[in-house]
T-cell receptor, first 108, second 115 residues
Framework: KNEVEQSPQNLTAQEGEFITINCSYSVGISALHWLQQHPGGGIVSLFMLSSGKKKHGRLIATINIQEKHSSLHITASHPRDSAVYICAAWNTGNQFYFGTGTSLTVIP | KAGVTQTPRYLIKTRGQQVTLSCSPISGHRSVSWYQQTPGQGLQFLFEYFSETQRNKGNFPGRFSGRQFSNSRSEMNVSTLELGDSALYLC??????????????FGPGTRLTVL
């Protein structure tokens, strides 16, 4: 069993749609990271959170520590949001555990 | 400010050989972490170095090793290469140690192919 599970694995949306990607984890964590990876491999850190909610532009990340669950929301999706989104848990044992990623395609 | 740089970007080796990859962090960052990404296993944490000391380690065999220099540049070495070591190797830098309070800044990666 993976320590971090993401859903869905693949997601296709029309431009302008509201998107939600979910992440559940089974380990105790100190922080949860959301990463974005574009074709070609480059990874960008979107959010790092240990409680509550963070917002950056059209992106919103939330975490529920009790339920061991985090969500990444994209409002008014755009084709440039097409990428793989990866959830990563930094656990209390000082290791990173990664989800398998959600491949998002936004169609104009 | 320059981003994280990795060299080389592409590398082809044969089984049994060894390889050394290099990572230069963002200026002022003292932590460098290494990751392996494969289609089958996804992203996996290799290890983290901070102030020339290995602080955290993932579940990889001893063939995978690293070091960090006084200027925070880091190298990763893989000895006795196996076909399964073919992967994208990413490094990331941050201000301090650990992923609990640090945004990770990733390099472009080194794509290693083992034949």
């Amino acid at each position: 069993k993976n320590e971090v599970e993401q859903s869905p694995q693949n997601l296709t949306a029309q431009e302008g749609e509201f998107i939600t990607i979910n992440c559940s984890y089974s380990v105790g964590i100190s922080a949860l990271h959301w990463l974005q990876q574009h074709p070609g491999g480059g990874i960008v850190s979107l959010f790092m959170l240990s409680s509550g909610k963070k917002k950056h532009g059209r992106l919103i990340a939330t975490i529920n520590i009790q339920e061991k669950h985090s969500s990444l929301h994209i409002t008014a999706s755009h084709p440039r949001d097409s990428a793989v989104y990866i959830c990563a848990a930094w656990n209390t044992g000082n290791q990173f555990y990664f989800g398998t990623g959600t491949s998002l395609t936004v169609i104009p | 400010k320059a981003g994280v740089t990795q060299t080389p970007r592409y590398l082809i080796k044969t089984r049994g050989q060894q390889v050394t990859l290099s990572c230069s962090p963002i200026s002022g960052h003292r932590s460098v972490s290494w990751y392996q990404q494969t289609p089958g296993q996804g992203l996996q944490f290799l290890f983290e170095y901070f102030s020339e000391t290995q602080r955290n380690k993932g579940n990889f065999p001893g063939r995978f090793s690293g070091r960090q220099f006084s200027n925070s540049r880091s190298e990763m070495n893989v000895s006795t290469l196996e076909l399964g070591d073919s992967a994208l190797y990413l490094c990331a830098s941050s201000w301090t140690s650990g992923g609990a309070a640090n945004e990770q800044f990733f390099g472009p990666g080194t794509r290693l192919t083992v034949l």
